[in-house]
């Protein structure tokens, strides 16, 4: 797939592509991404596998193979490929699907990572039903934002947890009730729980010892 304003460049004959590239790991993305005309594989635990991190996808087909049935170039498609920072990326036929009619390519771009990742959380992990108390950690994160959604949207009681400036946000997507991390343990306090959708790794075992109950975590894994 690609995108369409984008040209193919071509370098001593060989088309290329221009692609970010990610060989260490830190907090910031300005700090770790850079774009490259050649990705270079890399391996080992301390920097990433995969030098390109994308893996969400929304765009043009370009090129199928020839035993692809389903799908032809110029259909508008969005989901998921390995090293998906770049004009093109390669998938497979079950990782795509028709773009949805009223989302931009941009929008539907968000949705395939963070919105499975969400609902494999609070559907398929925690279970969560009509009118339980519901704990999402990273609420105003790429999947917190779905989960609060999800939950809400199943008749749940949705309490959020983000920072001072995004609490106005979750609120917005269906929060019941929102805490401040930055001000207050959110495990500290009286309310008790169903279910815990974690989008924050380091926040789980203290919920699991707090509450008693398996916290779903969420957190999504490559490819």
Partial sequence: MRNMSEP?????????MTAVVQERYGTEPEAVLRT????????????????NPGRSVAGVVGVVGSDVTGFA??????????????DYAATR????????????????????VSALTSLQ???DHGKVE???????????????????????????????????????A????????????????FLAGPRRYDAIIDT??????RATAVFGICAARSHPAAG
């Fill in 8 to 16: 193919i460049a071509t370098a001593g004959g060989t088309k290329t």
């Fill in 36 to 51: 490259a005309r050649l990705v270079r594989p890399v391996s080992g635990v301390r920097r990433p596998k995969l030098p």
């Fill in 73 to 86: 170039p110029g259909d508008e498609v969005y989901g998921t490929a390995v090293a998906a920072f770049a």
């Fill in 93 to 112: 036929p079950e990782r795509i699907a028709p773009r949805p009619a009223g989302l931009t390519f941009e929008e539907a771009a968000t949705v395939p």
């Fill in 121 to 123: 959380a609070v559907r």
């Fill in 130 to 168: 009509e009118g339980q108390q519901v704990l999402i950690t990273g609420a105003a994160g790429g999947v917190g934002t779905f989960a609060v959604q999800l939950a809400h949207a199943t008749g749940a009681r949705v309490t959020a947890v983000a920072s001072t400036p995004k609490l106005c």
């Fill in 170 to 185: 979750v609120r917005a997507l269906g929060a019941d009730h929102v805490i401040d991390y930055t001000r207050e343990d």
């Fill in 200 to 205: 924050t790794p380091s926040s789980t075992s």
